[in-house]
């Protein structure tokens, strides 16, 4: 069972940096999609960026390129998401999850996260005008 961690949220104003980091242990497959996830009160989640553990993939959504990088720690087995130039409309729950099947990193299960098997309890970020 992959049990994933998440750490870093918190509150910045607009314009700030927040880094986040997701810590997974149990892992049972030699390569996973991980991603990272949102969610404000009222809207739906939306992928916000994802990495398959054994290199060479990565999707970020559109609202993010340019101010977010996902990264990867595989000695450490953990993910971070550094976010950079922090709007207001960043706001949100972030989740990071896994799944072994890494095709799940394409196509449309990235944008939501729907199918996801492992996921974590979720860090607040607030981004203050």
């Known amino acids: 069972q992959v049990q994933l961690v998440e750490s870093g949220g918190g509150s910045v104003q607009a314009g700030g940096s927040l880094r986040l980091s997701c810590t997974a242990s149990?892992?049972?497959?030699?390569?996973?999609?991980m991603g990272w996830f949102r969610q404000a009160p009222g809207k739906e989640r939306e992928g916000v960026a994802a990495?398959?553990?054994?290199?060479?993939?990565?999707y970020y959504a559109d609202s993010v390129k340019g101010r977010f990088t996902i990264s990867q720690d595989n000695a450490k087995n953990t993910l971070y998401l550094q976010m950079n130039s922090l709007k207001p409309e960043d706001t949100a729950m972030y989740y990071c999850a896994a799944d072994s099947r890494v095709w799940i990193c394409g196509g449309s299960w990235i944008k939501s996260g729907r199918g996801f098997n492992y996921w974590g309890q979720g860090t607040q970020v607030t981004v203050s005008s």
């Open positions: 990495i398959t553990t054994a290199g060479g993939f990565t």
């Open positions: 149990g892992y049972t497959s030699s390569s996973y999609c």
